[in-house]
């Protein structure tokens, strides 16, 4: 008998003891009580700009205070990488700047999804045209 990754019993020739992959998937698919709310309360961790922008400051004291930037960042409550991300993307924008540069990426997303519409339509009028001419 063999043991494979996910715990399921094989044997080798008769298949007498194997477990049917349903099953494995259905424990996998298992989720706690809990479950949903644990989602809930992950996604209410996703910070605005502002919190960023207010968290990279923080960090920029308290190495102004003597500490490692490592320590200032586990002091804050994140990780390096994410850090490093933030301060790549938020680093030298003001609170007022942000919070124009996401309005700014909203805007231009729902124009893309308005130019990527009319296109959508425009092609289906030149097929309409061209089969009813």
């Known amino acids: 008998r063999y043991s494979s990754r996910n715990g399921a019993n094989t044997t080798t020739g008769s298949g007498r003891t194997r477990r049917l992959a349903t099953d494995v ?3 996998r698919r298992y989720r706690s009580p809990g479950h949903k709310a644990a989602q809930e309360e992950a996604r209410k ?3 605005t ?3 960023i922008v207010a968290r990279l400051r923080q960090v ?3 190495v102004g205070q003597g500490k490692s ?3 200032a960042v586990r002091s804050i409550g994140v990780t390096e990488p994410t850090y490093d991300r933030w301060r ?3 680093g030298r924008l003001k609170l007022d700047q942000v919070k124009r540069l996401k309005a700014l990426e909203r805007e231009n997303a729902r124009l893309r999804e308005a130019v990527s519409d009319l296109t959508l339509e ?3 009028l030149k ?3 061209a089969q009813g001419g």
């Open 127 to 129: 097929e309409a045209a």
């Open 49 to 51: 700009p502002e919190e």
């Open 88 to 90: 790549t993307e938020f």
């Open 60 to 62: 920029e004291v308290i």
């Open 69 to 71: 930037v490592a320590e």
């Open 45 to 47: 961790k996703a910070h």
């Open 25 to 27: 998937l259905r424990r």
């Open 122 to 124: 425009k092609v289906i």
